[in-house]
């Protein structure tokens, strides 16, 4: 499977700042995917990111929050914006269609760890 | 609206007790059931795709089988090493590239030595 890092792997953010979370995978993927975990749930998927093409965001979800970036096939980065505690999540990045194996499984990262203030 | 659940809730086995956990699905067009495992503070961990009723996986103690209507993931024999949250996911896409995962809420399965 592929070995996906992010980074932070957590942090403390006061309310009305932004975060960036960053994303690396070891292999080219065709697609990436945001997740948010809130405190005792399950995931939910924010928006899925192909390279070369705007990231597709779910409903409930906007761009204006959670800007996406996916410059390469290795790399994407999510930011938070204009935070509030409610906000307060793990996000997870993911990858799936990976080129090599041409499989449908989602592979996850460890986490990021977000406490808004 | 795909809905995934997860049955029970928590799960708390003595080393060596034998359980199954239950996924049941509702969803237009299954195209994988997937179960991961999560421990706490990590992302989940890939487990096992399933794609048709009847398909069986397994993996060490783990087994999941797939029906029409639910899965089922068998541990056999736990070890206190198997506690962990075990998440259920399905993808049933709306369009041809729609690789968006549902998930249940998870099952919390604790083993005591």
């Known amino acids: 499977s592929a070995v996906i890092s992010q980074k932070p792997s957590r942090d403390i953010c006061q309310r009305g700042t932004s975060l960036t979370i960053q994303c690396q995978v070891d292999?080219?993927?065709?697609?990436m995917f945001w997740y948010r975990q809130q405190p005792g749930q399950s995931l939910t998927l924010i928006a899925t990111?192909?390279?070369?093409?705007?990231?597709?965001?779910e409903s409930g979800f906007v761009i204006d929050k959670f800007p996406i970036s996916r410059p390469n096939l290795t790399f994407s980065t999510l930011t938070v914006s204009n935070m509030s505690p409610e906000d307060s999540s793990i996000y997870l990045c993911?990858?799936?269609?990976?080129?090599?194996?041409?499989?449908?499984?989602?592979?996850f990262g460890p986490g990021t760890r977000l406490t808004v203030l | 609206e795909d809905q995934v659940t997860q049955s029970p809730e928590a799960l708390r086995l003595q080393e060596g007790e034998s359980s199954s956990l239950n996924c049941s699905y509702t969803v237009s067009g299954l195209r994988g059931l997937f179960w991961y495992r999560q421990d706490p503070g990590k992302g989940p961990e890939f487990l096992f795709t399933l794609y048709s009723a009847g398909e069986e996986k397994e993996k060490e103690r783990l087994k999941a089988t797939l029906t029409k209507k639910e899965s089922f993931l068998h541990i056999t024999a736990p070890k206190p090493e198997d506690s962990a949250t075990y998440l259920c996911?399905?993808?049933?896409?709306?369009?041809?590239?729609?690789?968006?995962?549902?998930f249940g809420a998870g099952t919390t399965v604790t083993v005591r030595a």
């Open positions: 996911a399905v993808r049933s896409p709306k369009r041809s590239n729609d690789y968006k995962l549902s």
């Open positions: 990111a192909n390279q070369g093409s705007e990231a597709t965001y």
């Open positions: 993911s990858v799936g269609r990976d080129r090599e194996r041409n499989t449908d499984t989602q592979y």
């Open positions: 292999s080219q993927v065709t697609m």
